[in-house]
Every structure is written in structure tokens, then in C-alpha cells.
């Protein structure tokens, strides 16, 4: 979909029927997000209320996905009793995970100009979207109740939160692999297509940073924040030579729990809390940012969060935040049947 630069084509089919869009994960700016009609991810950070909607669907749409692992998990029960059309650009998509009812192999573009070709005039479907509305008053509730977290460690959905309601319009996000990065998907939005990079199936830890600065450098003139955990920083902080050398000032917002927070997450949720090798030990990472000559802060204080954010936002250079939150604070693991006592 943002390959073939889809998003036009596809606000307009699902006005044209009425149709809630919901996208696969990572890839949540294919619209701007404030469209009446656009509902979030169907994968990492659906809430009830559009989860439930979805499971109504007496079709879906799938334009541009793999409806690969990220997404699916490739649960057989992924879509409930709905009769699936799936356009995929590679045939061996179509069908490959979940039966398909009818396939279209073509770009997205092609996929979608073609169907909302023969629709006519369209349908009218007021109930229908008014559940949508419904859906993202939800949504918007669930994002605000963040901003009451208070105590600290901070609540990283606050930290989260708090950063979304400081952020330049049309900002680029980058995020990484890994639990406290992950509220991401519930708590941040996006104005505009290609606004979003993140990690796919493979979920490759520590490229949260690199990711942004390759993002500086194709869109130099946009603001640029990273989001990562410490774990995931580690993999890749020394990057902070080439934000320096290359004068790429991105801002990395470091999640910092002091621990591998989805491990931690698993052996919670599988392995009733006995815990092990999740902990690790950080520097400082205001002070590991000043001694590459980059700007860094640290948060301790909820109630610090925006301002500090919006100081690193100002700078004109590289800056890092480190932001000292709740090890005990993670979103719950997606696959229960992954592992097992």
C-alpha cells in the first residue's frame, strides 16, 4: 500500500462503502490517522472495541499485506466467519496463510482503483460507521486515561502519551523491537504516509535508532524521534558517532527499565514470574549521549515528561532521553500458545 502510494485510492473506497480501515502492524500512517473511518492496527495494539468490530466483518478487504506473522500470528481463527479478498503484487501471498475467497493479484493502486470502478455510487452504511465513531471514541479515551498514570518509576503508556501530545505535526517515528516501545501502536499517531517505520516479522532488536537517522537523511527538512528501549539502544547506541559526524538530529526517547522487558513479559505471563537474565545494568544515557558531544536529558518525574521532550525537540543536534520507567509495565505477550510450562 505505501509502496504504490495506495492511501488516495483507498480512502476512497472505504468512504464509498462505509468501511472501517484497519491496517496490518507498522503499518498505521497508510491514512491520516484523524480520518472518521480509519481504526487503528488489526495487529499489535488493537483495543477491544476494534477487535470486536473487526470480528462483525462479514468481509475484509486485505490490500497490500501478507497477513503474515506480525499481523496474524497466522491464528487459523484470525477472521472469524468473514469472506476474505486479499490483492497481493506477489501470487504467493494469495492464499498462502488464510482461505481466500476471492484473489487479486495486482498493486495495491490497481487492486483498489478496480473495485471502487465498479461500485457505482456506492453505499450508505450510517449504523455502520457510527460504530466506527463509536470504536474511536474508544480510542481516544484510552490514550487520554494515560495522561492519569501517575508514581513513579513513570508509566511508560504515560511516557508514551505524553510524548505523542508534543510531537510536531507530520513528525517521522521510528520504533523499535521490544515491550515498552510497543505501546507505540496504541498511543501515537500519524499525519501523513510514510511516517512510520518499524519493525516487521523478524523484529529486529536495535534498529529503532539507525532507522531514524537513515529517516533524517531521506526527509532532512521533518522532525524525527525514535522510540527504544534500553535493551534494544544498547544494540545499537554507538550509532550516536554517526549522528555526530553526520550532523543527523534526530531525537531517541530510551524507554528505560533497566531490563529485556519482553522477556520479563513472557516469564510473567508463562513462567508465573520466575525470572531470569531479563535485568541488565545501563550507564546513564544523558551522560553516554554528552560524551559523543549529542544533547541528553533525563525524566524521573512524570510530570516532567512533556517539557523535557519538547527541549530536546528544540535542539539542533542529536538528543537523547532517558526515561526512567516501571520494569512491571508491558503490554501482555500476543502469543500464549508460543510458549508453553
Known amino acids: 500500500m505505501l509502496w504504490d502510494e495506495a492511501s488516495g485510492e483507498l480512502i476512497a473506497l472505504a468512504e464509498a462503502l462505509d468501511a472501517?480501515?484497519?491496517?496490518?502492524?507498522g503499518r498505521d500512517d497508510v491514512v491520516p490517522n484523524g480520518h472518521p473511518l480509519f481504526l487503528g492496527s488489526i495487529g499489535r495494539g488493537t483495543l477491544?472495541?476494534?477487535h470486536a468490530l473487526f470480528e462483525k466483518a462479514d468481509v475484509v478487504f486485505a490490500?497490500?499485506?501478507r497477513l503474515a506473522h506480525s499481523t496474524t500470528f497466522l491464528r487459523p481463527g484470525f477472521f472469524g466467519s468473514a469472506r476474505l479478498i486479499h490483492a497481493a503484487v506477489d501470487p504467493h501471498n494469495i492464499g498462502r496463510n488464510f482461505a481466500t475467497e476471492v484473489g487479486m493479484n495486482a498493486e495495491a493502486g490497481l487492486a483498489l482503483r478496480a473495485v471502487l470502478g465498479g461500485l457505482g455510487e456506492g453505499v450508505e452504511r450510517p449504523?455502520?460507521?457510527?460504530?466506527?465513531?463509536?470504536?474511536?471514541?474508544?480510542?481516544?479515551?484510552?490514550?487520554?486515561?494515560a495522561l492519569e498514570y501517575g508514581g513513579k518509576p513513570i508509566d511508560p503508556r504515560r511516557a508514551q502519551m505524553a510524548l505523542a501530545r508534543v510531537l510536531p505535526e507530520n513528525t517521522i517515528i521510528t520504533n523499535d523491537a521490544g515491550s515498552a516501545a510497543g505501546y507505540v501502536y496504541e498511543y501515537q499517531r500519524f499525519d501523513q504516509a510514510r511516517s512510520f517505520v518499524a519493525p516487521q516479522d523478524l523484529a529486529a532488536i536495535g534498529i529503532g535508532y539507525p532507522l531514524g537517522l537513515g529517516a533524517k537523511l531521506a526527509r532532512p527538512h521533518q522532525k524525527v524521534v525514535t522510540i527504544?528501549?534500553?535493551g534494544a539502544f544498547l544494540c545499537n547506541g554507538a550509532e550516536l558517532e554517526t549522528a555526530m559526524r553526520e550532523n543527523l538530529p534526530t531525537v531517541c526517547v530510551i524507554l528505560n527499565n533497566f531490563n529485556l522487558g519482553s522477556e520479563r513479559a513472557y516469564q510473567k505471563h508463562f513462567y508465573?514470574?520466575?525470572y531470569i537474565a531479563d535485568a541488565i545494568g545501563n550507564p546513564r544515557f544523558d551522560e553516554y549521549a554528552r560524551v559523543f558531544g549529542a544533547a541528553g536529558f533525563r525524566v524521573e518525574d512524570p510530570e516532567?515528561?512533556?517539557?523535557?521532550?519538547?527541549?530536546?525537540?528544540?535542539?539542533d543536534g542529536p538528543a537523547v532521553v532517558d526515561v526512567i520507567i516501571d520494569q512491571d509495565v508491558f503490554p501482555e505477550p500476543r502469543r500464549k500458545d508460543a510458549v508453553k510450562n
Open 272 to 274: 508465573e514470574g520466575r
Open 304 to 315: 516532567e515528561l512533556e517539557d523535557v521532550y519538547a527541549q530536546a525537540l528544540k535542539e
Open 20 to 25: 472501517p480501515i484497519m491496517t496490518s502492524t
Open 63 to 65: 490490500v497490500g499485506t
Open 127 to 145: 449504523a455502520w460507521r457510527a460504530e466506527a465513531a463509536a470504536v474511536r471514541d474508544a480510542q481516544e479515551k484510552h490514550r487520554e486515561r
Open 48 to 50: 477491544p472495541e476494534a
Open 228 to 230: 527504544s528501549g534500553d
